[in-house]
């Protein structure tokens, strides 16, 4: 198993130091080595916390996680994240965004800036290197935050909802592409996102997780056979939107009329 999420939970104290609240409780999840596996549920779950716990932005205040079976104590390049916010430099261009991610290697100026335009061409935007986050058009930027993190070679690469702020067709191109980009490098993912539609187009497995504090209600199965074109018509991808809305449904009230965090 390429990652493995034992019995974790995540508490945060609050301002009054006497009072805390747990954002997270007794998590159980595996990952398959290679898989794309989607983690779904209502906003204030604790999607994005458990997300930085295995980034180890945070640690965990029960439970354990295990990378290819190693116990993750803090940040580590086997792990890549992008965010919603893609947080590129913006006095740095397309190509430099991505070497900067590279300049801890033993490796020439040359092999960084060859090894950039390389997942430049593999995000589909070669030719663009020399062009800054502010004259790349919407979508492009996130891109890039792709390639620097694939870049890098991580065994794990974390998404925290990365196109949740994008327009409806925007958003469905670049799910295409993840698609094609996870096909060609066999790179491990975790995405995480509100959307069931999404969960559902780009997961092998769905994973979906209740309200706070965030638990996993269960695990769907997705076989959607070729995954070209992301498939969303057809009888069998309404069953598993189904599904998965069978288990988020009831938390959804819980979710509107409770305060959450995430």
């Given at each position: 198993m390429k990652l493995r999420i034992q019995g974790v939970g995540k508490k945060f104290v609050g301002r009054d130091t006497r009072r805390s609240f747990a954002a997270l409780a007794g998590v159980d999840l595996d990952v398959r080595a290679g898989e794309l596996l989607t983690l779904v549920g209502p906003?204030?779950?604790g999607k994005s916390t458990l997300l930085d716990l295995i980034a180890g932005l945070a640690a965990p205040t029960a439970g354990r996680i295990l990378l290819d079976g190693t116990p993750l104590e803090g940040p580590g390049l086997d792990r890549g994240v992008v965010l919603r916010q893609y947080a590129l430099f913006p006095w740095r261009t397309a190509l430099s965004n991505i070497e900067f991610a590279l300049e801890g290697r033993a490796a020439t100026r040359r092999e960084r800036a060859d090894l950039a335009r390389e997942y430049l061409d593999l995000v589909g935007l070669g030719g663009l290197g020399d062009r800054y986050p502010h004259e790349l058009a919407h979508g492009m930027p996130q891109r890039v935050a792709i390639a620097r993190s694939l870049a890098t070679d991580p065994a794990l690469l974390l998404l925290d909802e990365p196109f949740a702020a994008l327009d409806a067709g925007t958003r469905e191109s670049l799910q295409?592409?993840?698609?094609?980009?996870?096909?060609?490098?066999?790179?491990t993912l975790l995405f995480t996102t509100r959307s069931i539609d999404e969960a559902v187009c780009l997961g092998q497995r769905v994973a979906v997780m209740t309200s706070r504090p965030g638990?996993?209600?269960?695990?769907?199965?997705v076989d959607l056979?070729?995954?070209?074109?992301?498939?969303?018509a057809g009888s069998r991808f309404g069953e598993y939107r189904h599904e998965v809305w069978r288990l988020l449904r009831s938390d959804i009230d819980h979710d509107q009329k409770a305060p959450v965090a995430s």
């Open positions: 906003s204030g779950c295409e592409e993840l698609l094609r980009i996870w096909q060609k490098t066999g790179t638990r996993i209600r269960g695990v769907v199965e056979g070729p995954r070209e074109g992301a498939p969303r």
